[in-house]
């Protein structure tokens, strides 16, 4: 069964989402947060207050409240997550309870594969907190003579060399660190299932991937300050091993803006980054 | 005021105490198993059945239903962790509820300190599941005259090289993970508050190096399988860092019995170890 285009402006119910400031620190663990970030992955440290990760809304009410229900059938072993973006209208707090609804926004037709993209905006005491948007890459898909949607490299960082570059190393066991936060997706610990994706071993989820470059992000271009950290989007576009180390090439475009790349070694793995920040 | 040595049997309130599945991984990964260790890891492998390492009831309930308060009052900074044992009366199952009551079972007059010890037996459905027993060792106190207690060096090593030796390394952040399991004593996070310690910097749980030791001597003289771990006990004598290498000296002793010290490098950190398995 195809997928039905018409699902545009779906939107899934209103879900009421909680966490705790245990959420936030696993989190932070899980992202790879350490000794020297005492206000991410402490809640008691004298004179520290805890502070929130600005990425931590990915895992907020993970896989809650999903419209994706409305867009047809699909193999889902072969959707692959292409970009995310996580804009904060203010500082997550430590704890508490928000109302999520996600919309279908687009679904955009590439011949052999389709392009799904949901919009997810939180509220909090009836006040926007943050909007997610992602795409789905959905292989097998598409062929209905729709749209193809938007196209061309977004973001390009300038020609020169970047103005910062952060490294961390993900450990061995990142993923099964990682996975605690809610994405229980066995191709990320299970090396059988990794095997039948087609995977050496099992692979980092694409959004841990993406918190460390947050945390790189915050610290180098924000004073590690969320309240300076205003939205961040992305592309991933190869997947990472757990153990490998991330680079993250960040150049400074102006207007509050900086666009950045995340590497191992030479390969991108996430690209087109756009980060604003105050 | 002094303590009172008459509060010897005095009982805690009966506690229920909840744990789930992601309470058993996250002890798990916060004690470094890894990919390795996907049946205590992980609850979606295929083929592969989760499993809850036997020095998790360490954590189950942590800090509630204690019968400390009958004892009398003390600098709880001058308070030190001294001897730890776990019996398991069956294996822990990934979730559950259970009812745990804490005894005094003995105080002792060491002269210039007192030793306090406790009894922790949890029943599940009615029947026995595990007991804990404790020493605290409080400086300051003692000086009424009281019986010294028992005393002289147990569970000795023979006088021959280890028949095993499994070395784990903690990492830098190990804390950070191990402390989401309940017990969040700045001293092992808070660079300042362990400075007060007299540490140069935060030390590790020694619950933690209890667990990573639970793990060696489990995958070592166990077979992994936790049905064949009945009974672990050790005394704490020097407290590690995190990033320090753990490595466990075990000698078989024969009926079911094994000896045990951890050390790092030439240094123990839990000595006088026994373990009693199938």
Chains 1, 2 share one sequence.
């Not at 995340?262 to 793995?269: E, I, K, L, M, S």
Request: aromatic letters at 8%.
């Amino acid at each position: 069964m195809p997928l039905n285009p018409d699902a545009v402006g779906s939107m899934g119910e209103p879900t009421e989402v909680s966490w705790t400031s245990k959420d936030a620190l696993l989190y932070a663990v899980g992202i790879g947060a350490g000794t020297d970030e005492l206000a991410f992955t402490t809640e008691n440290t004298d004179g520290v207050e805890q502070q929130v990760f600005p990425t931590f809304p990915v895992v907020i009410g993970w896989g809650r409240g999903s419209a994706l229900g409305s867009i047809g059938s699909f193999n889902p072993a072969l959707l692959v997550h292409g970009q995310q973006s996580v804009t904060l209208h203010r500082p997550i707090p430590v704890e508490g309870t928000a109302v999520l609804q996600q919309e279908v926004t687009g679904m955009y037709d590439k011949g052999k594969a389709a392009v799904v993209t949901t919009a997810t905006r939180a509220t909090l005491d009836g006040e926007p907190l943050y909007t997610n948007t992602a795409s789905m890459f959905i292989r097998g898909e598409g062929g209905w003579g729709g749209d193809r949607g938007p196209s061309g490299p977004q973001n390009v960082p300038p020609d020169r060399s970047p103005d910062h570059s952060v490294t961390y190393r993900t450990s061995p066991d990142q993923a099964l660190v990682y996975r605690l936060s809610g994405d229980r997706n066995p191709l990320h610990s299970d090396p059988a299932f990794a095997a039948m994706g087609g995977f050496d071993r099992p692979i980092l989820h694409g959004l841990c991937t993406y918190g460390f470059t947050g945390r790189a992000l915050l610290h180098t271009l924000c004073d590690g300050d969320p309240a300076k950290f205003g939205h961040v989007e992305g592309r991933f576009t190869s997947p990472v091993l757990p153990g490998e180390a991330l680079t993250v090439d960040m150049w400074e475009i102006g207007d509050g803006e900086s666009v950045f790349v995340t590497r191992v070694d030479d390969r991108p793995v996430i690209d087109q980054g756009l980060l604003r920040h105050g």
